[in-house]
């Protein structure tokens, strides 16, 4: 089995938090000030509602600093990587422009899971900014890696002793790497 990376997409891969309080204000939906999600419960369905009434927007989500060099290099390293991200319940066009967008990075259908428990997804080294999605693939994967991609808000939530807190790339790219070495390199 080759070592697979599993990265989430909104706020990792591309720049979800400042265009999602943007289109909430645009909409006038209710915001907290939160990094990770910024919808305040209760208002997805509307989010959900005003993802639709503005096309492209979910396509046309900037793509982070680094991130199309660091996937091309992890991929070049051998290892596979997939894609975990939301999916919003209500929204018509939320699917298909992720996974245009996801396209665009490399990503294949086959590379791309949809789903809200990202804990049931089988891979070595996991990269969300939700701690809890951190703490959840965790303890479901002892032996794996899990990278808190690190924002303001989520820096005083606790991360399990085998994972990572950060928002720098050649952290990911050395956990990879070290797994690689590890458990590939002992065959």
């Not at 080759?2 to 939906?29: P, S, W």
């Not at 820096?155 to 050395?174: A, K, Y």
Request: with cysteine; proline share 4%; net charge negative.
């Amino acid at each position: 089995m080759r070592t697979t990376l599993i990265v989430d997409a909104d706020n990792v891969l591309f720049r979800f938090q400042r265009a999602a309080r943007l289109l909430a204000k645009v909409e006038g939906i209710e915001t907290q000030d939160c990094d990770v999600n910024p919808c305040v419960p209760g208002t997805w369905d509307a989010f959900a509602a005003a993802v639709d009434r503005n096309p492209g927007w979910v396509r046309n989500l900037q793509v982070l600093p680094l991130v199309e060099d660091v996937l091309k290099e992890i991929r070049g390293m051998g290892a596979d990587v997939i894609c975990a991200t939301r999916v919003l319940k209500g929204s018509l066009r939320w699917h298909s422009e992720r996974a245009a967008a996801l396209e665009d990075l490399g990503f294949t259908h086959e590379d791309m899971y949809f789903c809200a428990d990202k804990s049931r997804i089988p891979g070595h080294v996991f990269v969300d900014d939700d701690p809890v999605h951190i703490r959840k693939w965790q303890l479901a994967h002892l032996h794996g890696i899990a990278v808190l991609w690190d924002y303001p808000s989520t820096r005083q939530e606790p991360i399990h002793h085998n994972s990572i807190r950060t928002s720098d790339w050649n952290h990911v790219i050395t956990a990879v790497r070290s797994y690689l070495a590890y458990h590939e390199g002992a065959r």
